[in-house]
């Protein structure tokens, strides 16, 4: 029992080569992608910054430049000049001092920093989490059924966007009083060049002030939280050190948060658009059976997970991908979106089956940079999307597919909004 991606362009994929980061290429990317696969699988392509870089799109490629530690995460091997460095991370993150984290970073210095962290964000942290991963789940969906219009909601800016960011605030020990400060300043963050000029790189030197004070705070008095087992972990006798704490507090909030917002929103779009799939997880959760919905997660981020290209890899020598020869220093982008629709993996990969099982999706990355948060974002999508199936059985999109409207941005996937309605009467809180 399948459902197809709906309204797909007439004939699939594009005949002649597609333009890339259009609006309408950001609705629907997986034609170009199919494109690029056939008939350029790797190759070298201007971005809208300005910045050329290689897209790698098949997912044996994908995998192996993944784990090639000759493709280094460090900016300094950009073979760039400064100015043009800029345009490849995260905005704002170098002039707040906030390079030093997992993302940026190659082994020895990765290997100690990802140990030290593993320490504090133990699968036990997460799992002991759930409880109140649930409490604000069911909070948001309280807020939005008695808050808003009669049987209306957005389920991105209510639902989908708030709950991680209240879920690793208080992971993180930031106290609730400061937690809408935190909504602030990563609601700039996820607009991509949609709000103010220069809000973004202002909302990260903001959000590392703050960051500085309460990791102070914490040594003075330390918690149950995640910022106090990050100053408190150690390895050999070594610490992180102050901007390392606070670079490391800085990449949990802020991949930790769009990717969820994504995962919960695009999956449910998923839902919503295949009405046959929907049909099963529902059963499944109303006979007390959560296998579909945990097969059902993997396959959601892999038919349209929350990251599109993994993040920015630089050659550190020359090397080869997929036959094509990369020079020292050039910048290559995995596109995790094209991998794991790569039909040379996954049979009838344009094809939503929640129950799909040989599920090796790409989504969370692969090799020494596999996605350190992936058990809580699983957490949250499992727990967000089967508390939307169980208390609005009947909800459903109150927009046409075509007028919805995907965020721009390079690395992420998700929508700018996800308007639905629903029945109230059926809203009640399920046990």
């Given at each position: 029992?399948?459902?197809?991606?709906?309204?797909?362009p007439p004939?699939g994929?594009?005949?002649s080569e597609?333009?890339?980061?259009?609006?309408?290429?950001?609705?629907?990317?997986?034609?170009?992608?199919a494109?690029?696969?056939?008939?350029?699988?790797?190759?070298?392509?201007?971005?809208?910054?300005g910045?050329?870089?290689w897209?790698?799109t098949r997912?044996?490629?994908?995998?192996?430049?993944?784990a090639?530690?000759?493709?280094?995460?460090?900016?300094?091997?950009h073979d760039?000049?400064?100015?043009a460095?800029?345009?490849?991370?995260?905005?704002?993150?170098?002039?707040a001092n906030?390079?030093?984290?997992?993302?940026?970073?190659?082994?020895?210095?990765?290997?100690?920093l990802?140990?030290l962290?593993?320490?504090?964000?133990?699968?036990?942290?997460?799992?002991?989490f759930?409880?109140?991963?649930q409490?604000?789940?069911?909070?948001l969906?309280?807020?939005?059924i008695e808050e808003?219009?009669?049987?209306?909601?957005d389920l991105?800016h209510?639902?989908?966007?708030?709950l991680?960011?209240?879920?690793?605030?208080d992971?993180l020990?930031?106290p609730?009083?400061?937690?809408?400060?935190?909504?602030d300043?990563a609601?700039?963050?996820?607009?991509?060049?949609?709000?103010p000029?220069g809000?973004?790189?202002?909302s990260?030197?903001?959000?590392?002030g703050?960051?500085?004070?309460l990791?102070?705070?914490?040594?003075?008095?330390?918690g149950?939280?995640?910022?106090?087992?990050l100053?408190?972990?150690?390895?050999?006798?070594e610490?992180?050190t102050e901007?390392?704490?606070a670079?490391?507090a800085f990449?949990?909030l802020?991949?930790?948060?769009e990717?969820t917002?994504?995962?919960i929103?695009?999956?449910?779009?998923?839902?919503?658009?295949h009405?046959?799939?929907?049909?099963r997880?529902?059963?499944?959760l109303?006979?007390g059976?959560t296998g579909?919905?945990?097969?059902g997660?993997?396959?959601l981020?892999?038919?349209?997970?929350?990251?599109?290209l993994?993040?920015w890899?630089?050659a550190?020598?020359?090397?080869t991908?997929g036959?094509?020869?990369?020079?020292?220093g050039d910048?290559?982008?995995?596109v995790?979106a094209a991998?794991d629709?790569d039909?040379a993996?996954?049979?009838?990969?344009?094809?939503?089956?929640?129950s799909?099982?040989?599920?090796?999706?790409?989504?969370?990355?692969?090799?020494?940079?596999?996605c350190?948060?992936?058990?809580l974002?699983?957490?949250?999508?499992?727990?967000?999307?089967?508390?939307?199936?169980?208390?609005?059985p009947?909800?459903?999109?109150?927009?046409?597919?075509g007028?919805?409207r995907?965020r721009?941005?390079?690395?992420?996937?998700?929508?700018?909004?996800?308007?639905?309605?629903?029945?109230?009467?059926?809203?009640t809180?399920s046990?």
């Amino acid at each position: 029992m399948h459902d197809q991606q709906p309204a797909p362009p007439p004939g699939g994929t594009p005949e002649s080569e597609p333009e890339l980061f259009t609006w309408e290429f950001a609705s629907n990317p997986y034609p170009a992608y199919a494109w690029l696969r056939d008939n350029a699988p790797v190759r070298k392509t201007p971005l809208p910054s300005g910045v050329d870089a290689w897209l790698v799109t098949r997912y044996a490629d994908a995998r192996q430049a993944l784990a090639d530690q000759r493709l280094s995460k460090n900016p300094a091997h950009h073979d760039e000049p400064a100015h043009a460095k800029r345009k490849t991370g995260i905005p704002g993150e170098r002039g707040a001092n906030l390079m030093t984290h997992l993302l940026n970073i190659d082994p020895p210095d990765h290997t100690r920093l990802r140990r030290l962290v593993a320490k504090a964000f133990t699968p036990r942290r997460v799992a002991e989490f759930a409880p109140r991963v649930q409490e604000l789940t069911d909070q948001l969906i309280d807020t939005f059924i008695e808050e808003g219009e009669e049987g209306s909601a957005d389920l991105i800016h209510e639902f989908a966007f708030p709950l991680p960011i209240y879920a690793i605030c208080d992971l993180l020990g930031v106290p609730r009083e400061d937690q809408d400060d935190f909504r602030d300043w990563a609601g700039m963050m996820i607009r991509h060049g949609g709000g103010p000029r220069g809000g973004v790189a202002r909302s990260v030197k903001k959000m590392r002030g703050y960051l500085a004070e309460l990791i102070h705070r914490k040594r003075l008095e330390p918690g149950d939280d995640l910022i106090s087992g990050l100053i408190k972990a150690s390895d050999h006798g070594e610490h992180l050190t102050e901007n390392e704490a606070a670079a490391m507090a800085f990449i949990l909030l802020f991949a930790g948060f769009e990717t969820t917002v994504n995962l919960i929103g695009n999956g449910m779009y998923a839902l919503l658009t295949h009405p046959e799939q929907r049909a099963r997880l529902q059963k499944a959760l109303a006979d007390g059976d959560t296998g579909l919905l945990e097969t059902g997660v993997e396959e959601l981020l892999r038919f349209d997970g929350p990251v599109e290209l993994a993040t920015w890899r630089f050659a550190t020598e020359p090397l080869t991908i997929g036959g094509q020869d990369i020079a020292a220093g050039d910048p290559v982008l995995v596109v995790l979106a094209a991998a794991d629709r790569d039909p040379a993996r996954f049979e009838e990969p344009d094809t939503l089956d929640l129950s799909r099982r040989d599920n090796q999706h790409l989504g969370y990355g692969h090799g020494i940079h596999y996605c350190l948060g992936a058990p809580l974002a699983r957490l949250e999508g499992r727990t967000a999307l089967a508390t939307l199936l169980r208390r609005l059985p009947d909800l459903q999109l109150a927009a046409e597919p075509g007028d919805l409207r995907w965020r721009g941005g390079l690395i992420m996937r998700g929508l700018r909004t996800l308007p639905v309605k629903f029945t109230t009467a059926q809203t009640t809180v399920s046990d």
